[in-house]
């Protein structure tokens, strides 16, 4: 049987770690949850893609199957809770929901989890034995559930979590694309302008003649360039692309992204504080369902979608174990605005930490889209800057040689 090598924190946010010899990583989460320990990684001890029996491990997807969306995921949760609030057994609650969902690897997963109960898990395990839809956040709140007898009440917050990050994420997406829509237009223009009309012009000049302007040179050899190389420019700008997404997938390269992007303008601040909604939201959640700190902030991590701000997190959890307040801790990572430092003060004062988070979540949940409403107000000035700095190079490089030479014409 194949060893795998896991970390993670025990109940009361101990780092923990070792090797156990299970079938695949799901089996290893199985028997972690059932310790009280919630998995961080688990990573194979030997290169073994392969379970006991020889079949491809559950976490990747067949070929041709496509990924769970958000929108699934909530849509199992919302009718969890309605099934479960209605007295509905999980069983059949499962049951009724794997006849119902049209996506093969849900419809896989949840026959997965009616085979684990069957064999006497418990749900979360059950569950944490399909990480190709479930995440350990989504596992560790359905723990608390059965830990605390709230299960259907976990479901019903999970769902709206779910989508308050589907809606998050979103928002971020659509706030980039104008910008990167307007950027790449431009840059076809330039190609489509190199092609095309330099050379045109640069015949017309040859025949003059006449000694041309340092600009008009300059234009007029980046043309050349880009006409006696454009294939090999596409090629390489396909590459770099491609190399560029392959890198942001590493841990150091999605690291360094992550960073750069809150740092962009414009951008750069609706995405932190989409950023800081997300841990405001999910830590909320983790916090009012009974889930020490440490361990709430371990879970959060996971669900910030920044590396570099989950970092900062696993950085604020170290601090929290040395017996620092939450406040010195989140002052410490740099990465919080001053009004979710004093909500996050007010929370600890007054032993409402949760719903101060839940203040900040909203807060800049609202801020975002006020942001996002402006975007086009905020970027237009500077993509007309943009746009006529590279119309006056045009028209200068391209027309001054004219004008001399209509000048020199009319002192003959």
């Given amino acids: 049987m194949p060893q795998f090598s896991y970390r993670g ?4 946010g101990r780092a923990v770690e070792g090797v156990i010899d299970a079938a695949d990583s799901a089996a290893v989460a199985t028997q972690l949850l059932t310790l009280g320990t919630t998995p961080v990684d688990i990573v194979p001890a030997r290169a073994s893609a392969r379970s006991a029996n020889g079949d491809v491990r559950a976490t990747t997807l067949k070929f041709g199957q496509r990924r769970v969306a958000v929108a699934e995921l909530m849509l199992f949760s919302r009718q969890m809770y309605a099934l479960l609030k209605a007295g509905v057994p999980i069983m059949r609650a499962l049951a009724g929901l794997r006849e119902s969902t049209t996506n093969p690897v849900v419809r896989d997963a949840i026959a997965g989890v009616e085979e684990s109960l069957d064999q006497g898990r418990d749900l979360s395990s059950s569950l944490a034995r399909q990480p190709q839809v479930f995440s350990p956040f989504y596992v560790a709140m359905v723990y608390v559930g059965e830990s ?3 299960l259907e009440e976990i479901f019903l917050r999970l769902f709206r979590h779910l989508e308050f990050q589907d809606f998050m994420r979103t928002q971020v997406r659509s706030a980039l694309r104008y910008p990167s829509f307007v950027m790449a237009a431009m840059a076809g223009a330039m ?3 190199n092609l095309f009309v330099i050379p045109a012009f640069a015949k017309v000049y040859k025949g003059f003649g006449a000694e041309l302007p340092w600009m008009t040179k300059l234009l007029i050899a980046v043309s050349n360039f880009t006409v006696a190389w454009w294939p090999w420019l596409i090629g390489g700008g ?7 997404r392959e890198y942001v997938r590493t841990q150091e390269g999605r690291f360094w992204w992550d960073r750069i992007r809150l740092r962009l303008p414009i951008a750069g601040k609706i995405i932190s504080k989409a950023t800081i909604a997300r841990f405001a939201r ?13 361990q709430a902030l371990t879970l959060t991590g996971q669900t910030v979608d920044n590396a570099f701000v989950a970092g900062k997190i696993d950085r604020m959890r170290e601090t929290v174990e040395r017996g620092e307040s939450l406040l010195r801790a989140a002052v410490a990572a740099g990465v919080f605005t001053p009004v979710a430092l004093q909500m996050i003060v007010v929370g600890e004062e007054s032993g409402s930490l949760d719903d101060m988070m839940d203040e900040v979540a909203d807060l800049y949940q609202r801020e975002v889209e006020v942001e996002l409403k402006t975007l086009s107000a905020q970027i237009e000035p500077i993509l007309i800057v943009g746009l006529g700095v590279l119309v006056l190079i045009l028209a200068l490089g391209v027309f ?4 001399d030479l209509g000048q020199a014409a009319m002192h003959k």
């Fill in 238 to 244: 396909i590459a770099a692309v491609i190399g560029f």
């Fill in 282 to 294: 999910s830590f909320a959640l983790a916090f009012r369902s009974g889930v020490p700190i440490t």
């Fill in 400 to 403: 001054l040689p004219i004008w």
């Fill in 191 to 193: 190609l489509v302008v």
């Fill in 148 to 150: 605390t007898g709230r």
């Fill in 9 to 12: 924190r025990d109940g009361t």
